[in-house]
Nanobody, 119 residues
Framework: QVQLVESGGGLVQAGGSLRLSCAAP????????MGWFRQGPGKEREPVGR????????YYADSVKGRFTISRDNAKNTIYLQMNSLKPEDTAVYYC????????????WGQGTQVTVSS
């Protein structure tokens, strides 16, 4: 069952930019936080960053800090991941997730969107 829907992935050259979106179809949607994760080829899933739903406080992994920006539109049940200065090592399937009990207890997930960065 798809709970969240990611979009915006694609192929981009190193140094380029992409903007990912993650939308929740549910009418009643009040998460504590939403987050972005990624899984590169041959790698385990890793966190990219997160944003609290009410306060908009963000956290980023060191690998993307300064290059990626997470934002949200509460009225649209949507979060975004603006990715700038992309590197080949950013190539991965990007997933979004939502937590409802406490931050980092991720229970809603999307199916992912592929981001490929060529050198």
């Amino acid at each position: 069952q798809v709970q969240l829907v990611e979009s915006g992935g694609g192929l981009v050259q190193a140094g380029g930019s992409l903007r990912l979106s993650c939308a929740a179809p549910e009418r009643a949607f009040n998460p504590i936080a939403m987050g972005w994760f990624r899984q590169g080829p041959g790698k385990e899933r890793e966190p990219v960053g997160r944003i609290t739903w009410n306060g908009g406080n963000t956290y980023y992994a060191d690998s993307v800090k300064g290059r990626f920006t997470i934002s949200r539109d509460n009225a649209k049940n949507t979060i975004y991941l603006q990715m700038n200065s992309l590197k080949p090592e950013d190539t991965a399937v990007y997933y979004c997730a939502a937590s409802f009990i406490t931050i980092e207890r991720w229970v809603f997930w999307g199916q992912g969107t592929q981001v490929t960065v060529s050198s």
